[in-house]
């Protein structure tokens, strides 16, 4: 079992930044394909970022290609989200997400593929 737990949310105004961090405990996730999703009220569960266990491939989505950068440090069982030039529209629940993978290479959008889940932490930006 993974239990992962985001920390780093908070209020911030545009143009902005923060760092998102996840860190695991309970199994290793050193092996796990790793991503970022968000949620803001009133709308499904949406992509941000996803890295492979060996960070040898990351995947953004479009809206945050070139202001988000996910990555990862195996010996502290932790991955990062570095948010810059945010937007009010990136307000949401951020949650972090584990995927038991044996490719080292592989990366997943997609939100029925991930395994284990953060509570979530919350990110508002003002304009």
């Known amino acids: 079992q993974v239990q992962l737990v985001e920390s780093g949310g908070g209020l911030v105004q545009a143009g902005g930044s923060l760092r998102l961090s996840c860190a695991a405990s309970?199994?290793?996730?050193?092996?796990?394909?790793m991503g970022w999703f968000r949620q803001a009220p009133g709308k499904e569960r949406e992509f941000v970022a996803a890295i492979s266990w060996s960070a040898s491939r990351a995947d953004h989505a479009e809206s945050v290609k070139g202001r988000f950068t996910i990555s990862r440090d195996n010996a502290k069982n932790t991955v990062y989200l570095q948010m810059n030039s945010l937007r009010p529209e990136d307000t949401a629940v951020y949650y972090c997400a584990a995927d038991r993978v044996a490719s080292s290479t592989y990366v997943s959008a997609v939100v029925r593929g991930y395994d284990y889940w953060g509570q979530g932490t919350q990110v508002t930006v003002s304009s």
């Open positions: 309970g199994r290793t996730v050193s092996t796990c394909a």
